[in-house]
Every structure is written in C-alpha cells, then in structure tokens.
C-alpha cells in the first residue's frame, strides 16, 4: 500500500526562526486571490507607507508569541492553563474567512461551494534574514486515538510564496483530517498550522474556528463545541464575525457568545458585508458599529469590512487595490459616518482592513504583555502542586523496580490483548461493570464480521433481477437494535439496479455481443461467464476496504483503551508506550492486512472456477425452468395453430419443425443468442450466489489472521 504524500517528509529541530526551508523570490499575484504585495505597496497614504512593521515593540512582541508558541507546544494549554490567543468565530457564509485572509495576508480559498471544515491557526514571525519560508502541520485533537495522532502528525507541506499551491495544501490536509475514525464526519477541531517566515512578515498569531451552522442535524453541535473549546479560554480574545447580511438576530455566533460565560467581556466585533446590507439594516448596523446597541456592546467595540466580491477575487486583485476599493466604498456610501478625521489606516478608524490590522496586532500584544505574567503564576502554582503530590508518593524509585513494574504492566497488557482478542473477557466485562464496550474486541469484531456479510449480500450485487432473489432474509426482529443499526449504513453504499429478468437477459446479451471474441456466430466463449461475474461483483472491493477500515479503528480504540485501562494512573505512559512500541508495529499489521485483501480481490479476476454441487444443482434448475417454459411456449403456440386451421375449416395440420422450433425460441439466429445469454446470466447469478456465500467468510477469516 503505497503511503500518503506527506508521509515521506519529516520536520527539522532547530528553533523556529530557522527550522522553514527557505525559498527565494517575490511574492506576486495569483489566478482568483489577493496577490502578496512588497512592503512599500502596504498602505495607500504617504504618512504610512513605512508603516508595515508597527511600533509598539516589534521584537518584544513576537518574543512574546514565542513563548505562548512554546508553552503550547509543551502542552501547557491541555493542562488546565488558558494561554493568551485570539480566536475568529461566526456564523457559516458570515465572511469570516475573508476577515482572517485580510488580517493575515493569506489567500485561503474562498467560494460559495466551500466552508471552514476545521480549525485553522496561522502563526507569522518577521525575519529580517529570510525572504519567505513556511511549514504546514497538522495537530490532532484529543480525541484522536494515539495511531491516528501519531499518523496525522507526520503531515508536512511548505507553501509556495506567491500561495499559489495552497488549495492543494488544504485539499491534502482535508483528505488527512477526514480519514479514519472521521472518515464520515463533516468537522472536526484538529488544528492545521500554517507557520510563515519572512522579512515581509508582521508578527501575528490567529486561530480561526469553523463556522457555525443553522441548519445540519448533528453537525450543529458537533461546530458548536469546537466553538465552545476555543473561546471559553478566558485569557483569548474573539473577533466575532456577523454579516450585515443578515439580521442581528439570526445571527447564531451573538446567542453563542451570551451562552458562554465571560465571552462578551473579551468579544471585538467585525462586521462584514456592509455593501449587502440594504437600507432597512444599514442604519442598524451603523449604529451597532458604534457599539451604541444595546445588548451588543463589546468589550473592544466593533470595526467593519468590506468583503470582496467573487468577481475581484477571480481578476487577481493584489492587497492594495483591494484595500483601495474598500477605502473609497466607505467614503462614498451611508458608512461614511464611521469615518474618522485621521488616515484611513489609523487605528484609530473602526473601518477597513489596514486599521483592523493595525488594532488586532496592538490587542494582541497588550494581552500578551498583560497575560504572561498571570500564565507563568499559574504554571509555578501547578509545578508547585505536582511536586507536593511527588512528596506525598514517597522517595524515588530504583530503576530496576520501575522497570519491573513496566514489565509486568506490559505482560498483563499483552494477555489481556489476546484473551480479548479471543473472547475472553475480565468477569467485570461481562457483568456490564465496566462500561467501555470497546475493550469487548471479539464482540465488535464478529458485530463487523455480521455487517460485511450483510453489506455484501444486500448491497454487493450489481443487478437484482427479479427472477432471482439475491438478498437473503436476515429475520430482524422489528424491535432489534441490529435492524436499526443496519439502516443507519444503507446510505454508505450503492444500491443495486433493479432489473426484470427479460431486461437483464438482454443487458447479458449487450455485454457477450461487446465482449466477443474467435467465437462463431450466436455461440460465445464460455471464459465470458467470469467476465459478467465480475461486473456484478465489481462493489465488493469498496465493502471489504470499507469494512477493513473499520476493523482497524476498532483494534486501535481497543488498543488506546487497553492502555488506559493498564496505566490509569500514569496517564502520559500510553502515549509513550504507543508512539515508541506499537504504532509501527500496528502500522505494519494494517499494511499487511490491506495487501491480503488486495491479493484476495485479484483472485476474483481470475477465470472462475467451481465443483460446487450446490452451483450444479441452481444452473440445473434454472436451466429445467428455462426449458419448461420454452415447451409451454411451443406446445401453445402448437395448439393455436390446430385451433386455427379447423376454425377455418381446414384439415389438421401436420406439426411443422420450424413453427415448433421458433416457438420453442431456437429457431433463429437471434433466438439461439437470446438463449446462450440467458443460460450466460443464470450460470452467472448461480456462480454469485455460491461465490457470495463463502468469499465473505474467507476476506473476513484472512484479514482477521493479518491483524491477530
């Protein structure tokens, strides 16, 4: 099984400053994005045009975003410490991403077909000695099982300067986030970092969430709660985004912000969309621009943009004729009142993109410089508290006892592992104690065996012609949570054509006419038969690939909780255990087990072949039906002949072998072709049935051994 293309990278360990492979060159338009304007294209005005950097302490500040970049790589924010950040939340189609590609400068895709599927964090650092350099990773979330984590941290990309490979980059980060245990999930909260170098570059970190939905079942709250993780950090500020699209009260992200404690204190809003909001709500949002509307004033106020529309991101528009285009909306229209009597870049506007720039970057380095003093308290506090907790456990322990105690932990690990592999399961497990019915392998493993085999009898068919019946009753009791389970994976696969038994003879006879080969006329060659079977049986490859991926996220849930079990009270040990010991060792086993089932699907391609007694018997009676019903057709057509001639008076006819011969449906080349196609399809449907019965219990019985 060939390996994702991000796997074969690997990432440096020298500090961040240096560890971006640098690249050469300018950074210039692209096709249907902002293009990367040089610094002195940055501002409009001639007061601000050496303004990129701002001056407010550019180096303490991004000694600042060091740190909180380091802590959080150490994993200080997982242990209870809220790190200082800025976070962009709002409503799907709000604008959102157009807010987050202004203030970085960044051209991530944007159309009407696509949204914000899991977070994003953008992190940007000013090196004077670098031209562009960048590093795209991904970081699992927690829920994540240790392989998944493992496997995902492996993604690496590198963006070009001009961005110009940036929808792939995301397109690659979305096929590796939405794969595994989410492989059928829309969202998800891991995190893809984009870190970017350069001497170009303003100092800046931002995270932005997924939108939230109105409308989507699940997903609502699925979107809602990676929301919730993000902005309850009471040391983040979030730019809450709303579209002047929409009225206030449809707005989703304002009930958010009021449901979650503490957020309206720490809230700046970003009003967008201005040029679309009509004149029964410019007046409104004005006002709430202000931050003059009661039940919405903010903490840091409100600031608006203009968004650009589809047709300026398709023309190439470079940052400074965007940035042109929103500064003259503003002096000719209604929002002109907003205004203020200093440079349209001033941070003392509450319009246009270069001052929200300019504010976003002095709130964040307030909040630094007024928050890490807080965070590192609270660290020693917790340092302090863990190294109590150390005294209390007593002196340290010899090497040799620790490594006793590992030992023995391992071993009941691994009897544990295989009794359960095997269905021999802690007396706790079976009383219903212990509540993780993932650690119950064997169950979930033969529930899986009975859902492939359902999924291959119900779904894997090509045709279900109405002559032979194909699925078989599975008698679920109407009550059975089976029969409900089941249906939730009948949307997963594609249902089978149906197909009346004249239909599909002539769709056999379609497919031998097309597949002829050295045969003579109306016979055809008996090797055709494996080539019908395997288009009827051509969805079988995509149930077993299916399935074989649920198999594995069922052994590696079952490993992690197994881990957990073991080493409850050592809860960085499974971690350790997993990353050093068993992700390439599991790693290896999915290989294995997916080149067992590549092998066994090839063997389907091979000519076909069978002593089955059952096969005789079905293509016996199938052919005795056929027969049957031809002698019915010959002896009618037979008696409606001698009905005829003495109804006309005439004499009794003699039995003529050609009028007998058509009747019985052999007497035309035609005819004789139609018969061989139909004695094709049933031989073949025979074939399927016998073949159906059995392939299920060797994929499952083969992979089942490459997995053990």
């Known amino acids: 099984m060939s390996p994702p293309p991000y796997q074969s990278l690997s990432r440096g360990h020298s500090p961040r400053h240096q560890r971006f492979p640098q690249s050469n060159g300018s950074s210039s338009g692209i096709p249907g994005s902002f293009a990367v304007p040089s610094a002195e294209e940055e501002f409009v005005e001639a007061p601000e045009q050496n303004s990129a950097m701002p001056s407010l302490g550019t180096d303490e500040f991004a000694r600042q975003l060091d740190i909180i970049d380091r802590l959080q790589d150490l994993g200080i924010g997982l242990d209870g410490v809220d790190l200082p950040g800025l976070a962009v939340v709002g409503d799907q189609s709000s604008?959102?991403?157009?807010?987050?590609?202004?203030?970085?400068?960044?051209?991530?895709?944007?159309?009407?077909?696509?949204?914000t599927r899991f977070v994003t964090k953008v992190l940007k650092r000013h090196d004077a000695n670098t031209t562009f350099s960048s590093l795209v990773t991904i970081e699992p979330g927690l829920d994540r099982s240790p392989a998944e984590q493992a496997h995902l941290k492996t993604f690496r990309a590198q963006i070009a300067p001009d961005f110009s490979n940036l929808p792939k980059i995301i397109d690659d980060t979305t096929r590796a986030i939405f794969s595994g245990s989410k492989q059928r999930q829309t969202f998800s909260g891991d995190v893809?970092?984009?870190?970017?170098?350069?001497?170009?570059?303003?100092?800046?970190?931002?995270?932005?969430?997924?939108?939230?939905?109105?409308?989507?079942?699940?997903?609502?709250?699925?979107?809602a709660n990676i929301a919730k993780t993000h902005i309850s950090k009471s040391r983040s500020i979030i730019l809450v985004v709303v579209g002047a699209g929409k009225d206030l009260k449809e707005q989703s992200v304002l009930e958010l912000i009021d449901n979650v404690p503490g957020c309206r204190g720490r809230a700046f809003g970003i009003i967008t969309k201005p040029d679309v909001a009509g004149p029964e709500r410019t007046g409104k949002y004005i006002e709430l621009a202000q931050n003059k509307t009661k039940g919405y004033e903010f903490e840091w106020g409100w600031h608006v943009l203009r968004n650009s529309s589809v047709q300026e991101l398709n023309s190439g528009l470079?940052?400074?004729?965007?940035?042109?285009?929103?500064?003259?909306?503003f002096h000719e229209s209604e929002w002109e009142t907003l205004l203020r009597p200093r440079p349209f870049q001033s941070e003392e506007q509450v319009v246009g993109i270069s001052s929200l720039r300019t504010r976003v970057v002095k709130l964040l380095s307030e909040l630094n410089q007024r928050e890490i003093p807080n965070v590192r308290r609270e660290i020693k506090q917790k340092l302090d508290a863990h190294e109590q907790r150390l005294k209390e456990l007593g002196g340290s322990r010899e090497p040799a006892e620790l490594r006793e105690r590992?030992?023995?932990?391992?071993?009941?690990?691994?009897?544990?592992?295989?009794?359960?592999?095997?269905g021999i399961y802690d007396p706790r497990i079976a009383k219903g104690d212990m509540k993780d019915e993932s650690l119950q392998l064997r169950s979930r493993i033969q529930e899986l065996c009975d859902e492939f085999t359902w999924a291959i009898h119900t779904f894997g068919h090509t045709y279900s012609p109405d002559h032979f019946p194909l699925v078989p009753d599975f008698d679920f009791d109407e009550a059975s949570q089976d029969k409900h389970k089941y249906r939730e994976?009948?949307?997963?696969?594609?249902?089978?054509?149906?197909?009346?038994?004249?239909?599909f003879y002539r769709e056999g006879l379609r497919f031998l006419r097309k597949n002829r080969g050295e045969e003579l006329k109306t016979y055809f060659d008996p090797s055709r038969l494996s080539l019908l079977f395997q288009q009827q049986s051509e969805k079988w490859g995509g149930i077993a690939e299916y399935f074989l991926a649920e198999f594995n996220d069922k052994v590696e849930v079952f490993l992690e909780h197994a881990l957990r079990l073991e080493f409850k009270s050592e809860q960085d040990v499974p971690g350790r255990i997993w990353q050093k010991f068993l992700n390439d060792r599991v790693t290896v086993r999915k290989d294995e087990a997916q080149e067992e089932l590549t092998r066994l699907l090839d063997d389907l391609q091979r000519p076909i072949k069978t002593h089955s007694l059952d096969f005789q018997m079905r293509t016996r009676n199938?052919?005795?039906?056929?027969?049957?019903?031809?002698?019915?057709?010959?002896?009618?057509?037979?008696?409606?002949?001698?009905?005829?001639?003495?109804?006309?008076?005439?004499?009794?006819?003699?039995?003529?072998?050609?009028s007998v011969s058509r009747d019985f449906g052999t007497y035309t080349f035609g005819q004789h072709e139609n018969n061989e196609a139909a004695r094709f399809q049933d031989d073949m449907l025979s074939y399927y049935i016998v073949s159906s019965s059995r392939t299920p219990t060797i994929l499952i019985a083969e992979t089942n051994d490459q997995n053990r």
């Open 95 to 115: 604008g959102k991403s157009s807010v987050l590609a202004g203030i970085t400068k960044i051209p991530f895709p944007r159309n009407a077909d696509t949204c």
């Open 192 to 223: 893809l970092k984009i870190e970017i170098s350069g001497k170009d570059q303003q100092p800046l970190e931002i995270t932005d969430i997924p939108g939230l939905i109105c409308n989507g079942g699940k997903d609502i709250e699925v979107v």
């Open 318 to 329: 470079t940052w400074q004729q965007r940035d042109e285009i929103e500064k003259e909306f």
């Open 406 to 422: 590992l030992l023995a932990s391992c071993n009941r690990l691994s009897q544990r592992a295989l009794d359960y592999s095997r």
């Open 489 to 503: 994976r009948i949307n997963l696969f594609q249902t089978p054509k149906p197909i009346s038994q004249q239909d």
């Open 622 to 658: 199938l052919r005795s039906v056929r027969t049957y019903s031809n002698v019915n057709a010959a002896i009618g057509g037979e008696k409606n002949r001698k009905n005829q001639s003495i109804a006309n008076g005439g004499a009794m006819p003699v039995m003529d072998p050609e």
